[in-house]
């Protein structure tokens, strides 16, 4: 168990940045995966970066090249930094930790807002 909270967003013009950041209650080493989710008004939650505690890393496609997933284990804490903003990344963007692929049980937080205006 772990408590998670978000931090970052906030409202930016398109072509900007911004970097979000999670902070864990705890040791983040026992989660192999530690992801970034977004939901945009209306539609369904989406897998947006997950990084592994080796460094492996993923990213869907929309934000790939854009985005950059990181996690410093030290001090408990992912990272997302985004840059080239587009207004179709609005969305609440969460914060999520999964110990195994497998695993269903996953921590979140509860999010942080992220609004690109055109």
């Known amino acids: 168990q772990v408590q998670l909270v978000e931090s970052g967003g906030g409202l930016v013009q398109a072509g900007g940045s911004l970097r979000l950041s999670c902070a864990a209650s705890?040791?983040?080493?026992?989660?192999?995966?530690m992801n970034w989710y977004r939901q945009a008004p209306g539609k369904q939650r989406e897998l947006v970066a997950y990084?592994?505690?080796?460094?492996?890393?993923n990213y869907a496609d929309s934000v790939k090249g854009r985005f950059t997933i990181s996690r410093d284990n030290a001090k408990n804490t992912v990272y997302l930094q985004m840059n080239s903003l587009k207004p179709e990344d609005t969305a609440v963007y969460y914060c999520a930790a999964r110990p195994t692929a497998g695993a269903n049980f996953a921590s979140w937080g509860q999010g942080t807002q992220v609004t690109v205006s055109s």
């Open positions: 705890g040791s983040i080493r026992s989660f192999n995966f």
């Open positions: 990084i592994t505690v080796g460094g492996f890393t």
